[in-house]
């Protein structure tokens, strides 16, 4: 397969598309973001890496930093965390707060934002906002061999600005039982680690830890065990409530972010990240989505064969 050239053919089908989505326009700062860009980059087992398109422009991961607290919170509670947060799909818009009550403040998963917000709760337990982010942005710089990760504080504050929502949702976590830090601190830590500024090419490399390739020279930062079951939560619940339509038209486990970014990884295989900032009816980048079909297809990296 001639990678390179897949992924020129990708990225010029993407910029030639005028159907684009719509960026996320709940956060103002991620409103502004012009919705013409496309990127691709794709890290290898072997090592190599290959990209295309706007892969060296930086933007917000949002969601996708969802994936790295919870291998934090894992690494550092074990198997304890399920009793705080499950493990099965959601069905219900990631900010949902019916779900929660009807769920006595147990989210159905880490990476709706109830979930989220209790797995952000959990690595903070005995340390600091500046202390968490910090141990935060450590893991994503070594996972992606890059010190040059940083935080929006812009973005970060747009989101408190307008947080009602997320607000709502760790008060309701809190007369449950289930926020123990104060939540002012959580909120904080969570929209920062949401502002999270990353380039396609940085984002493909944080994902390599997710590949478990053989015989790999990487750092192992966390288990193979922890690797597949991230994995799975990744396939079953990584796209909001369009999980089910990625793995079916992709079959690849992924994380997106509403900033217009997806980590995908094809395990043994490659970690891929893609960002366009218009999202379709879920949620998720619209031309990065298509893309991601087109590329699982031609590189025969489903894991359903
Ligand atoms: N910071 C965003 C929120 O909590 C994250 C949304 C997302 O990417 O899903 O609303």
């Given at each position: 397969m001639d990678i390179e050239n897949l992924l020129e053919r990708i990225s010029a089908a993407a910029r030639a598309e005028t159907d684009r989505g719509a960026v996320a326009d709940y956060i103002p700062e991620l409103a502004r973001?012009?919705?013409s860009q496309f990127g691709i980059s794709v890290c290898l087992a072997n090592g190599a890496q290959y990209s295309a398109g706007d892969a060296a422009t930086p933007f917000s991961i949002q969601s996708i930093s969802k994936i790295f607290s919870l291998a934090l919170a894992l690494g550092r509670l074990g198997d304890s965390l399920w009793h705080r947060v499950g493990r099965e799909p959601s069905?219900?818009?990631?900010?949902?707060?019916v779900q929660l009550e009807y769920e006595k403040g147990?989210?159905?998963?880490?990476?709706i934002n109830a979930g989220a917000l209790v797995v952000t709760d959990a690595i903070l337990a005995g340390s600091t906002p500046a202390e968490t982010l910090g141990e935060m942005l450590r893991f994503i710089r070594t996972a992606a061999d890059d010190e040059d990760i940083r935080i929006n504080e812009r973005v970060a504050r747009s989101e408190k600005a307008t947080g009602a929502r997320n607000t709502a949702l760790a008060n309701y976590l809190l007369s449950y039982g289930?926020?123990?830090?104060a939540i002012e601190l959580t909120l904080g830590t969570y929209f920062h680690q949401c502002a999270i500024e990353m380039t396609c090419e940085q984002l493909a490399r944080s994902g390599r830890?997710?590949?478990?390739?053989?015989?790999?020279?990487?750092?192992?930062?966390?288990?193979s065990a922890r690797i597949r079951r991230i994995n799975a939560l990744m396939m079953t619940c990584?796209?909001?409530?369009g999980s089910g339509d990625f793995a079916f038209r992709v079959g690849l486990p992924g994380k997106s972010g509403v900033g217009g970014g997806i980590l995908v990884i094809a395990p043994n295989r490659a970690s891929i990240a893609v960002w366009s900032p218009g999202l379709n009816s879920y949620g998720n980048s619209k031309l990065g989505t298509e893309a991601m079909e087109v590329l699982a297809r031609e590189a025969g990296w489903s894991v359903f064969g």
């Amino acid at each position: 397969m001639d990678i390179e050239n897949l992924l020129e053919r990708i990225s010029a089908a993407a910029r030639a598309e005028t159907d684009r989505g719509a960026v996320a326009d709940y956060i103002p700062e991620l409103a502004r973001i012009d919705p013409s860009q496309f990127g691709i980059s794709v890290c290898l087992a072997n090592g190599a890496q290959y990209s295309a398109g706007d892969a060296a422009t930086p933007f917000s991961i949002q969601s996708i930093s969802k994936i790295f607290s919870l291998a934090l919170a894992l690494g550092r509670l074990g198997d304890s965390l399920w009793h705080r947060v499950g493990r099965e799909p959601s069905g219900y818009a990631f900010d949902s707060i019916v779900q929660l009550e009807y769920e006595k403040g147990i989210p159905r998963n880490p990476f709706i934002n109830a979930g989220a917000l209790v797995v952000t709760d959990a690595i903070l337990a005995g340390s600091t906002p500046a202390e968490t982010l910090g141990e935060m942005l450590r893991f994503i710089r070594t996972a992606a061999d890059d010190e040059d990760i940083r935080i929006n504080e812009r973005v970060a504050r747009s989101e408190k600005a307008t947080g009602a929502r997320n607000t709502a949702l760790a008060n309701y976590l809190l007369s449950y039982g289930n926020m123990h830090s104060a939540i002012e601190l959580t909120l904080g830590t969570y929209f920062h680690q949401c502002a999270i500024e990353m380039t396609c090419e940085q984002l493909a490399r944080s994902g390599r830890f997710l590949m478990n390739a053989p015989g790999s020279s990487l750092p192992r930062l966390i288990s193979s065990a922890r690797i597949r079951r991230i994995n799975a939560l990744m396939m079953t619940c990584g796209q909001y409530n369009g999980s089910g339509d990625f793995a079916f038209r992709v079959g690849l486990p992924g994380k997106s972010g509403v900033g217009g970014g997806i980590l995908v990884i094809a395990p043994n295989r490659a970690s891929i990240a893609v960002w366009s900032p218009g999202l379709n009816s879920y949620g998720n980048s619209k031309l990065g989505t298509e893309a991601m079909e087109v590329l699982a297809r031609e590189a025969g990296w489903s894991v359903f064969g």
